[in-house]
């Protein structure tokens, strides 16, 4: 007898646990993090544990999780692979590979932009200079 009382306690401990990581996996938000693979980092700390807990998330689930929560940013990209990729095949490597290909993408935008702007308030200094 002692030994299903223990039984059902572990039982009743991974519930417990299972109810706690979906409710962390649901409140999970990426303005939270800084990019996108410390966003994914951080969904996959969440994730992993239910297996350990008797409780595979399917990866789809997974996918439209992160889907679901990526900043504004990532608007354009998010159609892009809504249309183009199937959700229920997509592997998550695959969607974050395209993520992060997409970050990397505007942030040399972005640098780019900065460096042209500054080459040319470089530039009307230079005009300017010889009259003050």
């Keep these: ?29 990426m303005k939270e993090v ?4 410390e966003y994914v980092s951080h969904v996959e700390t969440v994730v992993n544990p239910f297996g350990k807990n008797g409780e595979t ?15 504004d940013d990532f608007e354009n990209i998010m159609c892009g692979i ?13 969607f974050v590979g395209s993520l992060v290909a997409h970050e990397q993408w505007r942030r040399k935008k972005k640098e780019w932009s900065l460096h042209q702007a500054l080459q040319a308030k470089a530039t009307i200094k230079e005009k300017k200079a010889p009259y003050t």
């Design 1 to 29: 007898m002692r030994h299903i009382g223990e039984y059902l306690k572990g039982i009743r401990v991974k519930h417990v646990r299972l109810r706690t990581l979906r409710a962390k996996f649901e409140s999970m938000r």
């Design 34 to 37: 800084k990019g996108i693979a």
């Design 57 to 71: 998330l399917p990866t789809c689930q997974v996918v439209e999780k992160i889907l679901r929560f990526l900043i």
């Design 82 to 94: 809504e249309e183009s990729k199937d959700l229920l095949t997509l592997s998550v490597e695959e």
